[in-house]
C-alpha cells in the first residue's frame, strides 16, 4: 500500500517536473522566435530603405526646382533616420559596421542641411551636385549587398540568432554568411576613403567622433593616474583602498578608471582621466550631503576655485541650480566676449562644507580647441529684430553654439521673458536665422505646501 503510495508520488513529480521544464522550454522558444522575428524585421526594412534611399537620391538628380527638391531631400533625411534605426536593432554591437551607420549620418546631415535652406536664393551647386551622384552611386553598391545577403537568408532560412550567437562567442570568424555579407558591406563603404569630405556639411559627423583628438601632453602611466586622482579628491585618508583600470583599447582614445575608497570615512571616489594628458574626465565623490551651510554664491566660489587650481581657465558661470542639499553648477569658455557653448564644464557643489563633490570636463575635452571667430555679417540691432515681438529683452552677447545638424555658429544671444517663463534665443550673427530657442526651467514648487 505504502509502495503504492510512493509510486504515486513519484510519478506527480515527474509529470509535474517534465510540466515545468515544457513550460520553461516553451517560454524560452518564445523569446528567442520574438527576437528571431525582430531582427529579420529590422534587416528586411533595413533592405528595403535602402532601396528606398537609392531611388529618392537618383530622383533628387534630375529635379532643379526648390518645390520639387525641399520635398526630396526631406524624404532622403526621413529614409536615411528609419535605416539608422533599423541598423541600431540589429545584433552588431559586437560587429563594427559604424562606417556603414557613418555612411548613413553622413546622408541625412547634407539632406537635412540642404532641404531646410532657400533653395532658390541658394540653389545646390557643382560641388553639392557631385556629392548627390557620389552619394547615388555608393547607396547603390550598399544595395547590391544587402540585397545578396537578404538573397541568401531567404533562400537558406538563415537565422540571425546564430549570428548573435556567433557574436557573443566570438566564432564570427567561422563560416557564417549574414556575418560575412555584413562585413562585405562595411568593408565596400570603407573603400569609399575621402570621397564622402567633398563637402564641408560632412564634417559633422566626424566632430562628433573626433573624441579628445586636441588634448595636449605626454601619455600618463596608472601611477601618475592614481597620484592625478588623489590630487583632485585632496582625500588625506591613510587607508585607502587603490584600484586603477586601463579602458578605451580599440578605440580612438583611451583613459584610465581610478576609484579610491577610504576606509576611515568609508568614502568612495570615482574618477576618469585621459591617457594623454592626464584630464579629469569626470569625477564623483559618493557620500550623503544632508544640510546646507552655504548659499549658492558662495558654491560658485569654491567651483571657481576649484577650476583654477585644476587649469580650467577662461571660463564663466551660465546655469547655477539647487537641488536639495547640492549645487549644480555649468561653466562654458568666453573668448573675446564671446560664450563657448560647446567647451561645457560642470561642477557639483556639497552645500555642507563646500567641497566638491561631482565634476564633469567630457564636453569641454572633446571640444576645446584654437578657433579663429569671425566677425558678425550683421549687427546686433538686427538680430534683435528677428526676435519675436512678445518677448521681452533682458539681456543680450555673442555665442558661439552647436546648431542642428552640429555645426559651430557665431550667434547674437539674447535672454528674454515672456509673462513667467524666461528663454533663451540664438540668432545667426550671419545669416539672422534663428538658430535655436531654449525655454528655461522655472523653479520646481513645494507641492506640499500647495496641498
Same mark, same amino acid.
Given at each position: 500500500?505504502?509502495?503504492?503510495?510512493?509510486?504515486?508520488?513519484?510519478?506527480?513529480?515527474?509529470?509535474?517536473?517534465?510540466?515545468?521544464g515544457?513550460?520553461?522550454?516553451?517560454?524560452?522558444?518564445?523569446?528567442?522566435?520574438n527576437?528571431?522575428?525582430?531582427?529579420?524585421?529590422?534587416?528586411?526594412?533595413?533592405?528595403?530603405?535602402?532601396?528606398?534611399?537609392?531611388?529618392?537620391?537618383?530622383?533628387?538628380?534630375?529635379?532643379?526646382?526648390?518645390?520639387?527638391?525641399?520635398?526630396?531631400l526631406?524624404?532622403?533625411?526621413?529614409?536615411?533616420?528609419?535605416?539608422?534605426s533599423?541598423?541600431?536593432?540589429?545584433?552588431?554591437?559586437l560587429?563594427?559596421f559604424?562606417?556603414?551607420?557613418?555612411?548613413?549620418?553622413?546622408?541625412?546631415?547634407?539632406?537635412?542641411?540642404?532641404?531646410?535652406?532657400?533653395?532658390?536664393?541658394?540653389?545646390?551647386?557643382?560641388?553639392?551636385?557631385?556629392?548627390?551622384?557620389?552619394?547615388?552611386?555608393?547607396?547603390?553598391?550598399i544595395q547590391?549587398e544587402?540585397?545578396?545577403?537578404?538573397?541568401?537568408?531567404?533562400?537558406?532560412?538563415?537565422?540571425?540568432?546564430?549570428?548573435?550567437?556567433a557574436?557573443?562567442?566570438?566564432k564570427?570568424?567561422?563560416?557564417?554568411?549574414?556575418?560575412?555579407?555584413?562585413?562585405?558591406?562595411?568593408k565596400?563603404?570603407?573603400?569609399?576613403?575621402?570621397?564622402?569630405?567633398?563637402?564641408?556639411?560632412?564634417?559633422?559627423?566626424?566632430q562628433?567622433?573626433q573624441?579628445?583628438?586636441?588634448?595636449?601632453?605626454?601619455?600618463?602611466?596608472?601611477?601618475?593616474?592614481i597620484?592625478?586622482?588623489?590630487?583632485?579628491t585632496?582625500?588625506?585618508?591613510?587607508?585607502?583602498?587603490?584600484d586603477?583600470?586601463?579602458?578605451?583599447?580599440?578605440?580612438?582614445?583611451?583613459?584610465y578608471?581610478?576609484?579610491?575608497?577610504?576606509?576611515?570615512?568609508?568614502?568612495?571616489l570615482?574618477m576618469?582621466?585621459?591617457?594623454?594628458?592626464?584630464?579629469?574626465?569626470?569625477?564623483?565623490?559618493n557620500? $550623503?550631503?544632508?544640510k546646507t551651510?552655504?548659499?549658492?554664491?558662495?558654491?560658485?566660489?569654491?567651483?571657481?576655485?576649484?577650476?583654477?587650481?585644476?587649469?580650467?581657465?577662461?571660463?564663466?558661470?551660465?546655469?547655477?541650480?539647487?537641488?536639495?542639499?547640492?549645487?549644480?553648477?555649468?561653466?562654458?569658455?568666453?573668448?573675446?566676449?564671446?560664450?563657448?557653448?560647446?567647451?561645457s564644464?560642470?561642477?557639483?557643489?556639497?552645500?555642507?562644507?563646500?567641497?566638491?563633490?561631482g565634476?564633469?570636463?567630457?564636453?569641454?575635452?572633446?571640444?576645446?580647441k584654437?578657433?579663429?571667430?569671425?566677425?558678425?555679417k550683421?549687427?546686433e540691432?538686427?538680430?534683435?529684430?528677428?526676435?519675436?515681438?512678445?518677448?521681452?529683452?533682458?539681456?543680450?552677447?555673442?555665442?558661439?553654439?552647436?546648431?542642428?545638424?552640429?555645426?559651430e555658429?557665431l550667434?547674437?544671444?539674447?535672454?528674454?521673458?515672456i509673462? $513667467?517663463?524666461?528663454?533663451?534665443?540664438?540668432?545667426?550673427?550671419?545669416?539672422g536665422?534663428?538658430?535655436?530657442?531654449?525655454?528655461?526651467k522655472?523653479?520646481?514648487?513645494?507641492?506640499?505646501?500647495?496641498?
Amino acid at each position: 500500500m505504502i509502495r503504492n503510495i510512493v509510486i504515486a508520488l513519484l510519478v506527480v513529480v515527474v509529470a509535474g517536473t517534465a510540466f515545468w521544464g515544457y513550460q520553461e522550454h516553451k517560454e524560452k522558444n518564445a523569446i528567442l522566435i520574438n527576437a528571431e522575428n525582430t531582427y529579420q524585421r529590422a534587416f528586411h526594412d533595413l533592405s528595403y530603405q535602402v532601396d528606398l534611399l537609392h531611388d529618392k537620391v537618383g530622383g533628387t538628380l534630375a529635379m532643379n526646382s526648390r518645390h520639387s527638391l525641399s520635398p526630396a531631400l526631406t524624404d532622403v533625411w526621413r529614409i536615411t533616420s528609419e535605416a539608422q534605426s533599423d541598423v541600431g536593432q540589429l545584433p552588431l554591437t559586437l560587429l563594427p559596421f559604424n562606417k556603414t551607420e557613418e555612411f548613413l549620418a553622413k546622408i541625412s546631415d547634407f539632406s537635412y542641411k540642404t532641404a531646410v535652406r532657400d533653395l532658390e536664393k541658394e540653389p545646390l551647386n557643382d560641388q553639392e551636385y557631385s556629392t548627390l551622384k557620389s552619394l547615388y552611386t555608393q547607396a547603390g553598391d550598399i544595395q547590391d549587398e544587402l540585397r545578396k545577403v537578404q538573397y541568401l537568408v531567404l533562400k537558406n532560412n538563415l537565422r540571425w540568432m546564430d549570428v548573435e550567437m556567433a557574436l557573443a562567442s566570438g566564432k564570427e570568424n567561422s563560416d557564417n554568411t549574414i556575418i560575412d555579407g555584413l562585413e562585405t558591406v562595411e568593408k565596400k563603404v570603407s573603400g569609399y576613403g575621402q570621397t564622402n569630405e567633398m563637402n564641408p556639411t560632412f564634417t559633422t559627423v566626424q566632430q562628433r567622433n573626433q573624441n579628445f583628438k586636441n588634448l595636449q601632453g605626454a601619455t600618463i602611466t596608472k601611477k601618475e593616474a592614481i597620484a592625478k586622482a588623489k590630487s583632485y579628491t585632496h582625500s588625506k585618508g591613510k587607508n585607502l583602498k587603490v584600484d586603477v583600470e586601463e579602458n578605451g583599447k580599440g578605440s580612438d582614445y583611451g583613459f584610465y578608471s581610478v576609484s579610491i575608497l577610504d576606509k576611515d570615512t568609508d568614502t568612495e571616489l570615482n574618477m576618469d582621466l585621459t591617457k594623454k594628458g592626464g584630464y579629469p574626465i569626470w569625477y564623483i565623490n559618493n557620500r $550623503d550631503v544632508n544640510k546646507t551651510n552655504i548659499d549658492l554664491n558662495q558654491a560658485n566660489t569654491k567651483a571657481v576655485d576649484f577650476l583654477k587650481e585644476h587649469d580650467f581657465s577662461s571660463l564663466e558661470l551660465f546655469e547655477s541650480a539647487q537641488y536639495d542639499n547640492i549645487a549644480l553648477l555649468n561653466f562654458v569658455s568666453s573668448e573675446k566676449g564671446v560664450k563657448i557653448y560647446p567647451d561645457s564644464v560642470k561642477v557639483k557643489i556639497a552645500l555642507d562644507d563646500g567641497s566638491v563633490i561631482g565634476f564633469s570636463a567630457d564636453e569641454y575635452l572633446k571640444s576645446h580647441k584654437t578657433r579663429e571667430i569671425g566677425n558678425p555679417k550683421i549687427s546686433e540691432k538686427e538680430a534683435k529684430e528677428k526676435i519675436n515681438l512678445n518677448v521681452k529683452i533682458m539681456e543680450e552677447g555673442k555665442a558661439l553654439i552647436i546648431n542642428d545638424i552640429g555645426e559651430e555658429v557665431l550667434c547674437y544671444e539674447f535672454l528674454g521673458t515672456i509673462k $513667467d517663463d524666461t528663454y533663451r534665443i540664438f540668432i545667426n550673427a550671419d545669416t539672422g536665422q534663428e538658430e535655436k530657442v531654449d525655454k528655461l526651467k522655472n523653479s520646481e514648487p513645494v507641492y506640499e505646501n500647495l496641498l
